[in-house]
């Protein structure tokens, strides 16, 4: 496949599974060139392989969202590869949740560091270069979570409710980058498998009757690309029609 007039290069964190690896195979069939991150590089590989298949371009590297040199060092990657990066997707995500009262300070901990540093550490690397170059795009992936707390999400919750008024502050504080936020509904994914509490298990299971395919919000997140560079779609909820949540 042959790059489209305006195509992008375009960085995705966590795009080993779900809404980063729809986002991913999406974009690719729409002609961005593709840099792809996240811990499991055997599933990267694979993703990468198969859109180069279907024509599409993607490379990948192994990336740890957690740590800001990793991040950096992905950033340095994709510019050797590609050039610098007009859109970064953070996406990388957990979600192990449980009521307060289980304590369960590790989950707590690795969700702060994942949902909320790993954010940062994205905007760190990528807004520098977009500053320089006067232009660029960042998307981070927040959730319904982000807007109404429920029961056993309480820190899951926070963090998302970070990821809303982090990109926030970025919107105001630049004129050259833009930057989206999208908050997706409940949709079929890996996160729940992360749940070791019974309680917040069995919720989920209930919870997710109603879902979306991960695809619907590569199609939210392809919309907010594909739009000209003075239109900045600042957030967008995306959520089941028949879901009350």
Known sequence: MNAIPNSKVV????ASSGIGEATARLLAARGHRLV????????LEALASEIRTAGGQAEYRALDVTRLEDMRAFIAFAESLCG???????NAGVMPLSPLSALKVDEWDRMIDVNVRGVLHGI???????EARGSG???????IGGHAVSPTAAVYCATKFAVRAISEGLRQETDKVRVTVVSPGVVESELADSISDAQARDAMK??????????AIARAIAYAIDQPDDVDVSELIVRPTASPY
């Open 206 to 215: 209930s919870f997710r009757r109603i879902a979306l395919s991960p695809e």
């Open 11 to 14: 960085l995705v964190t966590g």
């Open 124 to 130: 760190a690397a990528a807004l520098p270069g977009m």
């Open 36 to 43: 792809l991150g996240a811990r499991r590089t055997e599933r």
């Open 84 to 90: 610098p990066p007009d859109v970064i997707v953070n």
């Open 137 to 143: 795009h960042v998307i981070n992936v927040s959730s």
